[in-house]
């Protein structure tokens, strides 16, 4: 027996597959994720809101998962990092990270990864300016983001190339 | 092979320099030892090094598949939390844990009576305990752990431990730590005062060089402390198993170092100790000794028998800190007429919080390398570190250089100013020289610093543009050279620096096990390159096993800047011998001397007719039915390089790289806001192994060095850290960074592997100067602090003019007021 509340169970929607958990309902998106479904793929560097690094997405929307409750998810589509491939195949903006060297230590990686899908997924090129944008809500300490705006800008013209051809 | 074409190769030589066939592979591996020598290195041949290309471990960072520490779940684990100190100095009179332990889910607590032994990370001040005996000596010194069932227990229970506590004075700056009515956070019966270290030294002729300098220049600077704040906190799990072995998981650089620490604390046999180190979420010399989060999972996994992890939380991380010291510097520099050094005075004072960290080190440092850019005939060091009640300060990527640093090169500038100089042409000339011995006896080998002078300033026309762009508008030059790797090692030894192991695996696999710590600076792609390099396979072929000291040779770790140089050329070692073997069974089939043995392409072949091959895999089975297991090992030990001081360890290194920016900025003249528009950097890393990676590193010191020089800071109230967040410690986001041009600059050094330098700490020195410098050129003022606020251009300008009033003065219209009608 513990301090913490009761455990409840939980009926998410996490990469599109739905999954059931008893937590406890005090905790964040983040915690459950990370501790209850076994998906460690998104990080945290302050659990304030501060750094991105915990950026998932909720209906296709970047949210910070260590300011969202998991309770209040139960309803929508969310999506992480582990979500991102299509099976074996790398999303464009995990590709273009990878060949651009814009993981370093790879930690704040998935934070960006979620952030920068969310923008390249919606039609259009975006100036290196919009990138930078974007992203700003994003704390790196190993690139500069200089191969982060790299990466994003590759992924987003490749998207753009694949889609007028099809 | 990326590049499927055969590129000439180097060949294959008995390193003894004769044919005598060897035995066997254990009786290669000792003779080899006595005399490594190298094929020798043809930089056109390269098939691996120098080309460009994703890090090894980049695919599995994208898909969030490694676990850093803080992701590895065991079984039955308990949540660890430290109790730590509200106090800035204060005597613990009572700690109650009775509550505490009676809350249900709590598993155990412990104090520092639990665990009373000194240590440090240096021999020379072991001066810290896992958690507080007696006195805390700053707010978040270490009082207690919590493990409970759950983190929300454990919090919970950490308020209910009643501490007592009898305020002593706190000692919150560098003046208070001088003065004798004050407290010592460490009694010392030879002082009355908080000094921690001194530092006096002196080299030539001083005093008359100045005598014989037309000018002097002297000036006061202040560098302001700042922090690493890598993405990932720090955290450990520990595990104690019913084999009696304890095995760690940190988050740490130095892995070595937490084993033989963990060893000493924990009255345990290094043995019975497993410490492994998962990939690193960013470390800049944060993550580089013990830890008493560590400790303390340590001793409670192996009280509990259950696993425990602790993850600090980013409040913690400030605490736990080791970042860079504040120094304060008076700096006297004589030059003659035509700007030629003839004496430099340097004296620093540094705040190095409560405990001594590196800090003894870093005392060196700040004096340690003033040599090593410029020329520097006569030179005295005077360095003092002082302890206060703050988080205690230690090594930031550029350890004790990055200070001075700032000052040396502003002040530079004033007197290219003074004298009419043009600064580059100025500095190139000073610049030392490839092949000399500093004043301080400083072996210089390799060094592409003229090279970077000009690469840098001719990419952004910085002649064309200093002193000339319109006011507001500024460009600044700095160079500054780095350490790869510190020529001694922390604690006496006489053992190699850098151990590695490599296994030829008959499947044509290699693998390499290296002690090094992969914290995001690309070690394991460096070691895969350097092996496939020497055996002609491809780096995909090579298996980097890191960081556990079961299974790895000892390195001594990742910070210095010293991996590539010392663990690359102990991986270099160890390959090579593996290659000398496969040469010997391959060249008897092919019926040639082992000196006509290329490797290249997966493929092995005769220099000779290289119709005459075979796979890499044929080879290798080759070279095991002649040898045996394929498996050799390799080391680096340093030469000798240290002088005969005092103090002379600080400051040796089998090479220095070196590094000058330019950063160009314009300054908001009525806001004194600041927009660095772009910094340009070039870096002479010896030889490019990987283009991506040394871009990426010289990028992030850029942008690290960014940070410090406009907007870090630490600042304390009441004798607390008033900003122990990452929003109100500001770093800068995308928004604040501007594009950064790294210049790669290759020197092709004798000593390092395949002539590699390092990139990961170097260029953020040069970047802080170079704004500074900019923006003086902007406002035709000098800011003698970091960082370069806003409201420091304000008030450099009103000095520089003379008034004291910014706001503009406040008016009415000239016209009247209409008549109301
Ligand atoms: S962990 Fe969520 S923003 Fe930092
Ligand atoms: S890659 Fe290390 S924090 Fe971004």
Request: charged share 20%; net charge negative; hydrophobic share 40%.
């Amino acid at each position: 027996m513990t301090v913490a509340p009761e455990k409840i169970l939980l009926r998410l929607h996490v990469n599109g597959s739905a999954v059931q958990c008893a937590a406890h309902p005090n905790k964040t998106l983040l915690e459950v994720l990370r501790e209850d479904l076994n998906l460690t793929g998104t990080k945290h560097g302050c659990e304030m809101g501060h750094c991105g690094a915990c950026t998932v997405l909720v209906d296709d929307e970047p949210v910070l998962s260590c300011l969202a409750l998991a309770i209040e998810a139960q309803e929508h589509e969310i999506r992480t990092v582990e979500g991102l491939a299509d099976g074996p195949k790398l999303h464009p903006v995990q590709q273009a990270f990878a060949e651009c060297g814009a993981a370093q230590c790879g930690y704040c990686t998935p934070g960006f990864l979620m952030t920068a899908a969310a923008l390249v997924e919606r039609p259009g090129v975006p100036t290196n300016a919009v990138i930078r944008d974007a992203i700003s809500g994003n704390l790196c300490r190993c690139t500069g983001y200089e191969k982060i705006i790299e990466a994003i800008a590759l992924a987003a013209r490749r998207m753009e190339e694949a889609a007028t051809h099809a | 092979m990326r590049e499927q074409e055969l590129p000439s190769v180097s060949t294959a030589t008995n390193p003894d320099g004769d044919a005598r066939p060897l035995t066997s592979a254990v009786e290669a591996s000792s003779v080899l030892r006595r005399a490594p020598q190298y094929p020798p290195d043809k930089p056109e041949g390269f098939s691996v090094v120098g080309k460009a290309g994703p890090k090894l471990d980049s695919f599995t960072r994208v898909t969030g598949q490694d676990r850093f520490a803080d992701d590895i779940f065991l079984p039955n684990m308990l949540f660890g939390k430290m109790l730590r100190s509200t106090q800035a100095h204060a005597r613990i009179l009572r700690i109650d844990t009775s509550k505490a332990l009676a809350l249900p889910g709590v598993v155990a607590i412990v104090t520092g009576a639990d665990i009373p032994v000194r240590y440090g990370i240096l021999p020379s001040s072991p001066d810290e305990m896992v958690m507080a005996l007696d006195t805390v000596r700053y707010v978040g010194d270490p009082i207690a752990c919590v493990v409970a069932d759950d983190e929300l227990t454990a919090e919970e229970a950490l308020a209910l431990v009643q501490v007592e506590y009898e305020p002593l004075p706190a000692v919150m700056s560098i003046d208070e730590a001088l003065r004798t009515d004050l407290p010592q956070l460490h009694p010392n019966p030879r002082r009355t005062n908080n000094i921690h270290k001194e530092v006096h030294l002196e080299f030539g002729d001083v005093e008359a060089g100045f005598a014989s300098a037309d000018r002097i220049f002297e000036d006061e600077y202040f560098f302001e402390g700042t922090t690493h704040a890598p993405i990932e906190q720090h955290a450990v799990m520990a595990q104690y198993g019913a084999d009696q072995k304890l095995t760690l998981w940190a988050a740490t650089q130095t892995p070595h170092y937490l084993h033989r620490i963990a060893a000493a604390v924990l009255g345990m046999p290094a043995s019975q100790i497993r410490v492994i180190a998962p990939p690193v979420g960013g470390g800049f010399g944060g993550k580089t000794e013990p830890f008493a989060h560590e400790l303390a999972a340590a001793f409670l996994a192996r009280k509990t028998g259950r696993p425990v992890k602790i993850t600090l939380t980013r409040q913690e991380v400030f605490y736990a800190h080791r970042g860079r010291h504040p120094v304060r510097f008076k700096l006297k520099t004589g030059v003659k007429a035509d700007g030629t050094i003839t004496a430099i005075h340097l004296q620093s004072w540094l705040d190095g919080g409560a405990y001594g960290s590196y800090g003894v080190a870093t005392t060196y440092y700040t004096g340690a390398l003033t040599t090593v850019t410029y020329k520097v005939p006569a030179y005295k060091f005077d360095g003092c570190r002082v302890f206060t009640n703050k988080p205690p300060c230690g090594p930031k990527r550029g350890h004790g250089t990055t200070q001075p640093r700032f000052a040396l090169e502003n002040q530079l500038d004033k007197i290219a100013d003074a004298l009419g100089l043009d600064a580059a042409e100025y500095r190139k000339r000073i610049a030392v020289d490839p092949n000399s011995t500093t004043v301080n006896g400083l072996r210089v080998t390799s060094c592409g610093l003229r090279e970077c002078i000009d690469a840098a300033t001719e990419r952004t026309r910085y002649k064309e543009k200093r002193g000339k762009l319109a006011r507001g508008r500024g460009i600044g030059l700095a160079a500054s050279s780095y350490l790869c790797g510190a020529g001694l090692p922390i604690y006496w030894n006489a053992m190699p620096q850098s151990g590695a192991i490599v296994k030829v695996d008959r499947g044509g696999g290699v693998t390499v096990l290296s002690g090094t710590s992969e914290c995001g600076q690309g070690s394991t792609s460096m070691l895969a390159a350097i092996i496939a390099e020497t055996l002609g396979v491809d780096p995909s072929d090579v298996s980097v096993c890191y960081g556990d000291t079961d299974l790895t040779p000892v390195d001594l770790g990742s910070y210095s800047s010293r991996v590539t140089f010392m663990a690359g050329n102990a991986a270099r070692d160890a390959a090579s011998k593996a290659r000398h073997l496969i040469a010997q069974s391959a060249a008897e089939r092919f019926g040639v001397g082992p000196d006509r043995v290329g490797f290249a392409g997966r493929r092995v072949f005769d220099l000779g007719n290289r119709e005459r091959s075979m796979t890499f895999i044929e080879a290798a089975q080759l070279a095991e039915a002649r040898w045996g297991t394929i498996a050799c090992v390799g080391s680096y030990t340093p030469p000798k390089l240290a002088a005969e001081y005092k103090g002379s360890g600080v400051g040796p290194s089998p090479a220095y790289s070196y590094s000058a920016a330019v950063a160009e900025v314009a300054v908001d003249l009525e806001t004194g806001e600041i927009t660095v528009e772009k910094i340009t950097l070039a870096h002479d890393v010896g030889r490019c192994i990987n283009a991506t990676n040394v871009e990426g590193q010289i990028e992030g010191g850029v942008y690290m060095g960014l940070g410090e020089a406009l907007m870090e800071e630490w600042p304390f109230r009441a004798g607390e850290h008033k900003i122990p967040n990452l929003l109100d410690y500001k770093t800068p986001t995308s928004l604040d960074t501007p594009p950064i041009e790294a210049i790669i600059v290759e020197t092709d050094d004798k000593e390092g592997p395949f002539g590699a330098k390092e990139a990961g700490q170097g260029p953020l020195n040069p970047v802080i100067p170079a704004i500074a410098n900019a923006v003086a050129d902007a406002i035709r003022a000098r800011i003698h602090s970091t960082p370069i606020t806003p409201e420091k251009v304000l008030k450099a300008m009103d000095a520089a003019s003379g008034t004291t009033l910014r706001l503009k003065k406040v008016t009415t219209p000239s016209k009247p007021s209409p008549v109301p009608v």
